[in-house]
C-alpha cells in the first residue's frame, strides 16, 4: 500500500487536459465489442475499471487491440460463454446483465470484495420483468446470466441510476416489442447518445425513454470525451487554493454539469470556453480563478444525478464556505465503492471541518482553512483518495493518503498532475 504525502499549497495552478471519461470509455468499448464491424475508439481511460470491460469482451469473443489510449475493435459478431470477473466497475456488471440477458449462453459474472456487496436487484427485477434469466446471491453477485427471449416492458424506476436504464435499454434491443423506461430524475444519458450514433433509433419525451426490440448495433468510430467528474478534483483545489485551474477538453453534457450550477450557487469566478462536439457530446475549457467570500450551497435529490461522483470533494469546498451546505436525499451514496456519506463526514472530520450526519445526507459548517496533519485511508474509493489529496493540499498542514493508488481507477495520471510541474 502507498502513502501519499501532500504539503500545503499555496496556489495551486494548472493548465491540464482533463482525464478521459469512464461512462463513455465502458459504453464506447462494450457496444462496439457487441456490434457489428469493426471500430476505433480514441482518448479511452486506461483506468482498471474500463480495463475490466475490455477484458471483459475479450473473454467473449471481440478482438481489442490497445495502441496508447486508442482501442481497434473487432465486434464478436455473437458472443461466447465464459466467465467474466468485473472487479470493482459496477457498469461493467449492470450494463453486461441487460448486454447478455438475450444472447445465447450462460456467463458468470463476479467482482471483487466490494463489488460483491454492492445491490444487483435493481437491475435483475426490471430485466426479470423481461423474461431474463440471473441469479444472484440475494441480489448480489456473484450472478449467473443465462441467455433467453425477452419481451418488451414499460418500467418506471423506483431510483435514478443510469447504469440500471442502460441495461434496461441494452436488453430492450434483444427484446420482442417497444420498451419504455420512464425515470424518477433524469440521469446521464450517454447510453442513448452513443446507441443512436450506432444506428439504434430512440425516443424520448420528457422523462420517458423508448426502443423497439430487434434492431443491430453498427460498429462506431468515437473519440472520448474528458469526465467533468475527474475536473472536479483540480478545479476544486484551485478554488480552495486561489490559483487560477484550466481544464481542457471538459465533458459538458447536461446531465453531468451539476458542479457548474454549484459554482453558479456559490458565486465562483469560473468561465467556459472552447465549446465543441465531440461525437454528440459538448465539450469544453473550464477556468476558474477564485473563490471570494463564497455562499453555501444546497443540493437536493434533484440535482444529485448531475454531481453524484463529486460529493466527496464538495464537501471539502463546503468548508471554505460562507454558510451552511446542505447536501440531502443522496442515500444513494451508500451504496457506491464504499458507504460515501459516512466516509466523507469521516474526511470532512479527519482534515478538521465541521460536519453533521443525516439520514440522507450531511450538513457541513465552514471552518475556512482546514487544520490538516492527518492520515487518512480511502479504503479503496477512488473518488475519496482524491478528495482526500484536495483537503491536504487546501489545508494548513497537509496530510497522507493511505493507498492512494485506487485513484488509478478513474484517474492514472492523478498523482503525476497533483505533483508534477
Known amino acids: 500500500m502507498s502513502v501519499f504525502k501532500i504539503q500545503p499549497i499555496k496556489k495551486f495552478a494548472k493548465r491540464l487536459t482533463c482525464a478521459p471519461d469512464k461512462s463513455i470509455t465502458h459504453r464506447a468499448i462494450m457496444f462496439n465489442s457487441a456490434a457489428d464491424g469493426n471500430s476505433e475508439v480514441r482518448g479511452i481511460l486506461l ?10 469482451m475479450r473473454r467473449m469473443g471481440a478482438q481489442i487491440e490497445l495502441k496508447g489510449d486508442a482501442a481497434f475493435i473487432k465486434g464478436a459478431g455473437g458472443f461466447k460463454s465464459a466467465e467474466l470477473y468485473c472487479g470493482n466497475s459496477g457498469t461493467t456488471m449492470r450494463l453486461l446483465c441487460g448486454l447478455l440477458a438475450s444472447c445465447g449462453g450462460e456467463w458468470a459474472l463476479s467482482g471483487d470484495e466490494s463489488l460483491s456487496k454492492r445491490p444487483m436487484g435493481r437491475v435483475i427485477i426490471p430485466l426479470a420483468q423481461m423474461g431474463a434469466k440471473i441469479f444472484s446471491q440475494n441480489g448480489r453477485a456473484p450472478l449467473k446470466v443465462s441467455g433467453t427471449k425477452l419481451k418488451a416492458i414499460d418500467y418506471v424506476m423506483p431510483v435514478a441510476s443510469a447504469q440500471v436504464k ?36 430512440i425516443e424520448r419525451s420528457g422523462k420517458t425513454v423508448k426502443l423497439c426490440g430487434g434492431q443491430k448495433l453498427c460498429g462506431s468510430n468515437i473519440e472520448v470525451a474528458g469526465d467533468i467528474s475527474s475536473a472536479a478534483f483540480p478545479l476544486v483545489c484551485g478554488l480552495m487554493t486561489g490559483g487560477t485551474v484550466c481544464v481542457e477538453n471538459v465533458g459538458l453534457n447536461p446531465t453531468r454539469t451539476g458542479i457548474l450550477e454549484i459554482f453558479e450557487q456559490i458565486g465562483a469566478d469560473y468561465e467556459i470556453t472552447d465549446e465543441k462536439d465531440c461525437g454528440g ?18 443540493i437536493t435529490r434533484k440535482m444529485l444525478p448531475r454531481l453524484v461522483d463529486e460529493i466527496p470533494v464538495l464537501a471539502v469546498l463546503a468548508c471554505a464556505l460562507g454558510g451552511e451546505s446542505i447536501i440531502s436525499d443522496a442515500e444513494e451514496l451508500r451504496v457506491k465503492e464504499s458507504d460515501r456519506i459516512a466516509a466523507t463526514i469521516s474526511l470532512v472530520r479527519a482534515f478538521g471541518g465541521s460536519v453533521e450526519e443525516t439520514e440522507s445526507g450531511m450538513i457541513i459548517s465552514p471552518v475556512g482553512k482546514l487544520k490538516g496533519g492527518c492520515a487518512f485511508n480511502p479504503r479503496g474509493d477512488h473518488r475519496m483518495a482524491m478528495a482526500a489529496a484536495v483537503a491536504a493540499a487546501a489545508s494548513e498542514k497537509g496530510g497522507e493518503i493511505e493507498g492512494g493508488e485506487c485513484a488509478n481507477v478513474s484517474y492514472p495520471d492523478f498523482w503525476e498532475m497533483f505533483f508534477g510541474g
Not at 172 to 191: F, I, N, P, Q
Open 281 to 298: 457530446e459538448k465539450t469544453g475549457t473550464v477556468t476558474v480563478r477564485s473563490l471570494g467570500h463564497a455562499r453555501a450551497f444546497n
Open 47 to 56: 483506468g482498471e475499471d474500463c480495463l475490466s470491460t475490455i477484458d471483459c
Open 166 to 201: 442502460s441495461a434496461i435499454l441494452l436488453a430492450a434491443l434483444g427484446a420482442e416489442g417497444k420498451t419504455s423506461v420512464t425515470e424518477c430524475e433524469l440521469t446521464r444519458d450517454h447510453t442513448e447518445i452513443m446507441l443512436k450514433s450506432m444506428g439504434v433509433e
